[in-house]
């Protein structure tokens, strides 16, 4: 298996038990973070990033890095890593947030 086919395969896996809408190589998640934020993530498997959207309106693309368990992705520092239904987000120069993904 190659090194992209499998960060496919542990992305798929860690979002598994996320109730999400999946089609093709994208995965989109809804999130709702401590403080009431909340955050909408497209997974693109075949690029290997996430987008971004905060309620704020902003939009942020972050390229997959290496995580040992789950998924993580990072750019501009910003981060956002994750495993199952809990993810974290960091944006540029403020605390991160704690969030547990929705139902859509």
Known sequence: MTGKALSACVLALALGACTHAKTGDTIEAAFACNGGARLSVTFDNKT??????????????????ISGSGYSYEAEGRKLRGKGREAIWTDTGAAPLTCQERGN
């Open 48 to 65: 290997g990033v996430a987008v971004v959207r905060t309620q704020a309106g902003g939009m942020h693309v972050l390229t997959r890095t």
